[in-house]
């Protein structure tokens, strides 16, 4: 399984478009290619999506997603800014490892329930119980997943999809430790010391 993203990072509204741009030519391009691609979780906004999750499965997944990690420019002319000169827009697609370390979890350690598939779908969507809500107690993590078509399944993909969000979060806390690290060479006080040496 291969697992990446699409996202608008800090941009504006218009990256949020661009980025549903974005998926809807990657979701042509991978069936054009014989790739299968289903979205596994979306932060939708008013003005399309702030990031999108994916999940890359076939023989030519990889070298087929290779062709589009990087930077993607959409161009058009803003529906939001009438009258605004820029035509560029940039959103990212970017893999997302996942640490065999993060892969470790422990089982006990998250509670799974079954529940039904929603969403848009009609007669494709799972009318059983097959989609599964998974929380990770330590964490509070907690996730829904429907695209697997059984139950086993989607109780896979949400314990790794809890491992890509536990590696994310660990990789938050080291950046924004590095942050503290870096305002503390700063913040030196130069009086009141609490030891005088000598050298």
């Keep these: 399984m291969t697992f990446f993203q699409i ?34 979780e979306e932060a939708a906004s008013p003005a399309g999506l702030k990031s999108v999750l994916l999940q890359a499965r076939g ?12 930077s993607v420019q959409c161009i058009f002319t803003s529906p939001f800014r009438p009258g605004h000169r820029r035509r560029n827009w940039f959103v990212g697609v970017q ?11 422990d089982d006990g350690d998250i509670v799974f329930q079954a529940c039904r598939a929603s969403g848009k779908g009609g007669q494709h969507v799972n009318t ?4 599964v809500h998974a929380l990770h107690r330590p964490s509070g993590i907690a996730v829904k997943v429907m695209s697997e078509r059984s139950q086993h399944a989607n109780r896979r993909l949400a314990r790794t999809l809890i491992a890509l969000k536990l590696a994310e979060r660990a990789e938050q806390d080291e950046g924004h430790a590095r942050r503290s690290r870096s305002l503390l060479h ?14």
């Design 7 to 40: 996202t608008a990072a800090q941009g504006p509204l218009e990256c949020e478009r661009a980025t549903l741009v974005t998926l809807q030519a990657l979701l042509r391009d991978a069936e054009a290619h014989r790739v299968q691609v289903d979205v596994v």
């Design 59 to 70: 023989e030519a997944a990889d070298a087929w997603l290779r062709t589009w990690l990087g």
């Design 95 to 105: 893999r997302c490892e996942v640490s065999p370390a993060a892969l470790a979890l």
């Design 128 to 131: 059983t119980d097959s989609a």
């Design 186 to 199: 700063r913040d030196v006080d130069r009086g009141n010391p609490v030891r005088v040496l000598h050298g």
